[in-house]
């Protein structure tokens, strides 16, 4: 999927991109709480979406 705005992710909150796997893009920057959460499949080499890749997160600003 495509999140248009920044995406702050709060502590205790889990971001997951794609749909076990897939891709997610961001058309602004990504923040990342401390006890907030990174979740990604891996099941491939090649990221993309579905069995036989893995999860990637694409983002056009900064993370933190």
Known sequence: GRIPA???VPAGARLAPGNSPGVMTTGSTVTL?????F???????TAGNGAGFHDQLNVTGATS
């Open 6 to 8: 920044p995406t702050p």
């Open 33 to 37: 709480a401390a006890g907030a959460t």
């Open 39 to 45: 979740d990604v499949d891996v099941n491939g080499a």
